[in-house]
């Protein structure tokens, strides 16, 4: 699976446990709400800062987002 899809599906799920809306997690991360939605349809290719500042939010290391047997 490519890493777009993965990082997709990873970032819906920890959102969803984390219960955050695109919205809250936009904010917390200091990015825009379109561009959440828009990584989460595999849409864009995310850069290494945009993945930590994603992983500080979800308090988990960068590289899980993009871990096709991450599980959170």
Known sequence: MPSREILA?????????????????????GIDRTYVS????????????MLDALARVFKINASDLIDDEFAP
């Open 9 to 29: 599906r990873n970032m819906k799920q920890l959102r969803t446990v984390h219960g955050l809306s695109q919205e809250a997690l936009a904010h917390e991360a």
């Open 38 to 49: 828009d990584l989460e349809r595999g849409l864009y290719a995310a850069s290494i800062d």
